[in-house]
Nanobody, 128 residues
Framework: QVQLMESGGGSVEAGGSLTLSCAASGVTYKSSCMGWFRQTPGNEREGVASICTDGTLTYYADSVKGRFTISVDNAENNLKLQMNSLRPEDTALYSC?????????????????????WGQGTQVTVSS
């Protein structure tokens, strides 16, 4: 049984940094993708970053390229999202997700369609 739990959200000023963590159990990293998604009220969930096959493949939304870094610590069963140069538009509920590599890649690593396990989310608020 896969279980995901996010932590590390909070409130920061624009230009600041936060690191989100996702404690993952039951995930086989070599055959899975894990991703970070975000959602604001009234909007669809948006793919932020994804990492696949034990960390060898990474994908980023254009809006976060160069600012966010996704990584996975296999030994600690932990997915991280380092967020730098935060902007007010990064404010959202951030969730981690996991899914089989073949399905995620076929449906798009930043699409929600390939992921079948989700955490509850952690709120990130960036003030101007």
């Amino acid at each position: 049984q896969v279980q995901l739990m996010e932590s590390g959200g909070g409130s920061v000023e624009a230009g600041g940094s936060l690191t989100l963590s996702c404690a993952a159990s039951g995930v086989t990293y070599k055959s899975s993708c894990m991703g970070w998604f975000r959602q604001t009220p009234g909007n669809e969930r948006e793919g932020v970053a994804s990492i696949c096959t034990d960390g060898t493949l990474t994908y980023y939304a254009d809006s976060v390229k160069g600012r966010f870094t996704i990584s996975v610590d296999n030994a600690e069963n932990n997915l991280k999202l380092q967020m730098n140069s935060l902007r007010p538009e990064d404010t959202a509920l951030y969730s981690c997700a996991a899914g089989p590599w073949s399905v995620v890649v076929a449906r798009g690593p930043l699409s929600t369609l390939g992921y079948n396990y989700w955490g509850q989310g952690t709120q990130v608020t960036v003030s101007s």
